[in-house]
């Protein structure tokens, strides 16, 4: 019998979930896999009671995403976290640099609603459950997405790529934005995405996440010794990560 | 007095629900609920960079965020005094229209199609009409691939930056690109036909519609605001003048006003504005489909936005062939910090996009504004579904429901945008 598979968004801009629309080529292949029993974004019908694989895209903001969250950790018997919300807690969790209450007065003014929400301080959902697999990014890669569904559907363990990205772009011969006296966050990022950003002429802004090998007083010298500011790269590094004492 | 209420309505971008009072046969109240939990994307730009904004925006919508970043480019190079170059602005065209060939075929084909053939989502129609399912896929995905091309990847633009691009695509791509596009012009067709069958109910807002409007072009990436009822323009930079924004108790997105009354935005407002300034195949298919001129029923927002498939693949055909010829630079231009405050509009697919800043001395952004289409457009939508249920409140539940749920897809909603 095919797995029974829920997506479920949280505080996001939707953009993983397109990207899994995304999947276009493998998409028949990967319906084939897998029961689709719930996905908002794509289908009417309600969240069932019962279902083996929760998918989880966006960041944890609100009292209501917790309890939704247990829920969710007491039917699947795996949870797959997607895109930089759900896993660091991404642009989301901007926010948690400020007072919810300040973010709240500057978009609002005096007059916030009540549209039956609890805010909270926003974190990844990592910060609420176990997760049993990661994709990282923003937004996830597609392809990524299928190799990982595909490990969950196996029962194979999760393993996101460790390294920093700059392993990875340096075998790429990419021209290093640190020459160039430009700081870029490969030092620190955790590498899978191909370096595309480097590629394409933009330096890495850190989404897929910190790298476990990612050594920060000694990637802030790098920046130093090419006369770059060393606090930029965790100014910098916040702009996906600011969440990142909440991650378990 | 019984109560229907629609939680998460299916087959939009973002949490709503909508609650109806029916008592005796009559609808005593209806309106819609923007569960979907505020964002604050125009607190958390303040104190980044300038070059970080755009960065920022585009997370806020998934599926228009080529249009977020080109718009807070736009906004950012107005506050620095940056003109870009001709060929940074055609770039940027073809950026913004990838993601209406994305928007466009997942809107019709995803979440509304399924309406007009009584199933719950596009996944059975791939069994029944597996050449229809088959025409959408091909569309977003050259949808994707354009905003791949141009911007790096499907979702959130890469190479667009404050100034110019990082890198732009070779001449072999963009002609190959352009040949593919015309062939895709056929399909777009075949869309429009497609839903200009299906049977919308006789219904006709009450509310204004304002788009972006410019002599020479269908307005996209830059233009003035243009009001069907009022017959007036202004210019972008004045949208607080025009436009007002009233936090309203049980929504986190805040509803917008012009003149006091709610107003429409999208690709319905955009052909009634700018008909005549449709690509020639596009005008054709126009006129092959009886249009008259204007059109004030929103559910006609789904032919309109079939058509505009049309245009956008005979522009951008043109806009890369156009590349291939015009020769000049898309690189950044150079340009000096300096403390400003500026305004950027772009049409996004689901309708006109303001955003503005204040950036300070040393290019930190001191205050953010964001106005989005479907901001813009809940209170019409909420006047829409008042005017609307009673019409229809004889007929069977499932059936009354279906009708208010489709009203709502028609206006293409997008919850997570309008509470950024």
Redesign the interface.
Known sequence: MAPRVVVI?L?????????M??I?DH??DV?GLID?RYW???????LPDSYDVAIIEGAV??DEHVALLERVRETAGVVIAIGACAFTG???A??A??E?D???A????D???????T?RTPGPVGSVIAVDYHVPG??IDTDEFVRVLHRALQGLSDRPPQDPLCAVCKTMENVCFLERGQVCLGLVTRTGCGA??VT???PC?GCRGLSPEANLPAAAGVLESRGLDGAELVR?FD?YNAAREAVR | MSTITV??V??I???GTITVDVEGGVVRDIKM????????F???V?G?RFD?VS??TS?????C?PNHAVTSLRAVEDALGIEVSERTKVLRKLLVYGSYL?NHA?HLY?FAA?DFVGL????PL?ETHPEVVQRA?TI??IG?ELTTLIG?????P??A?VGGF??EPDARSLEEFAERLTRLAGEAEETARLFATFEVPAFETAGDMLALVADDDYAIYEGETASLQGAWRRPVAEYRDFIRED??????A?HSTVAGSPFMVGALPRVNLSADRLAPRAAAVLGELGWSGVSRNPFMNNVCQAVELVDACERCAGYARQLLEMGGSSEPVPFAVRAGSGVGATEAPRGTLYHAYSIDDDGFVTAGDVITPTAQNLGNLEADMRAFAPTVVDEPRDRFVLLVEQLVRAYDPCL?CSVH
């Open positions: 968004g505080a996001s801009d939707f953009g993983c979930q397109v990207q629309t995304n276009e998409l028949l319906l689709l908002q974004l794509a289908s009417s019908g309600h903001t609100t991404g642009i989301p901007l926010a640099l400020g919810i300040r973010h709240c500057v978009v609002y003014g007059t916030p609603p009540v549209a039956g929400v805010r923003c937004p595309r950003c394409l002429g933009r802004t910098l702009l | 939680e998460h299916a087959r971008e973002g949490h609920d923007i569960i979907e939990p505020a964002r604050f125009e607190s958390m303040v980044r970080e960065l920022i997370r806020i919508c998934g599926i965020s994305q997942t995803v399924p719950p989502s596009v996944f791939a896929l977003k995905k994707n790096g990847r499907p979702v959130h890469i190479t930056l990082a890198s936090v309203v108790g049980h929504s986190n805040k997570s």
